[in-house]
């Protein structure tokens, strides 16, 4: 999938007005991340399970 055409959702965490923003797209057995306000910067994807244990992780 081209990541130009993901879906990007912010995180619900993310201050809408403070430096700390994250953007979120759910992809083919993946995951990306990428910086809400440095975009052009790229992004990180992790493998579905990888991300899903990442957040379970700092849920705990």
Same mark, same amino acid.
């Given at each position: 999938m081209d990541i130009n055409l993901a879906r990007w959702r912010k995180s619900s965490y993310s201050n809408p007005d403070?430096?700390?923003?994250? +953007?979120v797209a759910?992809?083919?057995g993946e995951t990306a991340v990428r910086d809400t306000r440095n975009r052009d910067l790229g992004h990180l994807s992790? +493998?579905?399970g990888e991300w899903a244990g990442l957040v379970a992780l700092l849920k705990r």
């Open positions: 403070g430096p700390q923003c994250v +953007e759910d992809l083919p992790f +493998e579905s």
